[in-house]
């Protein structure tokens, strides 16, 4: 029924469509085209969109809708093949189905595939983030154009008088280009900036002189780049900037907040979740040097965690000191457990080390994998090292 159905509305638009040829339409043969390959795309469409389970009006052919959001199944890691269906850390999906690790041109950034060729937070590398509405092409951040000017691969160009680009991105002259068409010599009113003929007056890439290109919030005028919002600011002759939230230029040009600053209404202020300490904007909350507070230096042991120095390696913090409850004398097991005249070993008090590889005055242990005698008594790992083969290693 659902054949039938379709076909009497093929046959209903071609019908329509032919119509205007026995009134001798001469463009006729191209409406003709395009209706029956509309026709034809929009049956289609609805086919696939009722196979997929959407709503017709929302997702692609090749996606679903996931919690609302559209999803294509066949590639997406955290619906691989159906909603839901996550491939785990470090794993891509193709075709619908997980894969171990990343393939094709993805990349695993902090556990995720993600495709560095186009993705604007890890562009060309993991963590390489592009600027504001950049986007990311050919794992290149590519900002947006002047006005007047068009993004042809990945640079901005004026098709009214790039050689190579003339009218259209990837339209070649073998001669020059003027007013975006191929020509066989500079008109009147232009410059000739090698086979180039812009009117240096409006050329966005040629601006008042050959090469003097604008940039992205700006405009040719009279031989000018100029900035196109009233309450942009240009700076150093290239950028529009807001003065009120720039932090490269805040409240003037030039006026640089320190990192960790932020621009609020022309003034550098720390961010909300950073402290002012020495002139600099710190975040005590992972700030060794000022946990919890400026000046709160945690030690060597010690790791800045949520503004309190913790204990790392396994060690635990008694009276302010970061200890091996397992084979410390003083502290056998316990804070404040001291052994005496005996030896400390696996939390106990013992009256030797005989069950043990190796003893560090009254610590029972193994230099193998102690961070406090790894290797050799008394030779201490650092917070973000690992006691490995009697080695420390990281960091």
């Not at 003709?32 to 997702?59: I, N």
């Not at 891509?92 to 060729?117: F, K, M, R």
């Not at 975040?283 to 949520?306: A, I, R, V």
């Amino acid at each position: 029924m659902t054949t039938s159905r379709w076909t009497w509305l093929n046959t209903l638009l071609l019908v329509g469509s032919l119509g205007p040829l026995a009134c001798g339409d001469n463009n006729g043969g191209g409406a003709t085209a395009t209706a029956d390959g509309t026709a034809g795309d929009e049956v289609g469409t609805m086919d696939t969109a009722s196979e997929a389970g959407t709503d017709g009006g929302g997702c692609s052919a090749t996606e679903i809708d996931c919690n609302g959001q559209c999803t294509d199944v066949g590639l997406d890691a955290n619906n691989c093949g159906t909603c839901g269906n996550d491939c785990g850390m470090g794993n891509s999906c193709l075709d619908g189905a997980c894969v171990n690790g990343c393939q094709g041109s993805t990349v695993e950034c902090n556990g995720e595939c993600v495709d560095i060729t186009g993705d604007p937070n890890n562009c060309g590398d993991c963590g390489n983030t592009c600027d504001g509405l950049d986007e990311c092409v050919n794992g290149q951040c590519v900002g947006g154009c002047a006005v007047g000017a068009e993004l042809c691969g990945t640079e901005c160009v004026s098709t009214e008088s790039d050689p190579n680009n003339c009218g259209a991105c990837g339209s070649i002259c073998d001669t020059f280009c003027g007013g975006g068409v191929c020509v066989g010599e500079c008109p009147m009113g232009t410059l000739q900036c090698g086979e180039a003929c812009p009117n240096p007056a409006t050329d966005p890439a040629n601006c008042g002189e050959c090469g003097n290109s604008c940039n992205e919030g700006q405009a040719c005028e009279a031989g000018n780049c100029v900035c196109t919002d009233p309450n942009l600011v240009q700076c150093g002759g290239d950028n529009c900037v807001d003065l009120t939230s720039d932090n490269n230029n805040c409240g003037a040009c030039g006026n640089d907040c320190n990192n960790g600053d932020a621009c609020v209404n022309g003034q550098c202020e720390c961010g909300p979740d950073s402290t002012l300490c020495n002139g600099e904007c710190i975040d005590t909350n992972n700030d060794n040097n000022n946990c919890g507070s400026c000046g709160n230096n945690c030690n060597n042991l010690e790791n800045c965690q949520g503004g309190q120095c913790e204990c790392v390696n396994g060690l635990t913090g008694c009276g302010g000191e970061c200890v091996n409850a397992d084979n410390d004398p003083n502290n056998c097991g316990q804070c404040g457990n001291d052994c005496g005249d005996l030896v400390c070993g696996g939390g106990e008090c013992l009256p030797n080390c005989d069950q043990f590889q190796d003893q560090c005055g009254g610590s029972c242990t193994d230099l193998d994998n102690d961070p406090l005698n790894c290797g050799d008594c008394g030779n201490v790992c650092d917070a973000d090292e690992q006691c490995d083969n009697g080695n420390c290693q990281g960091g």
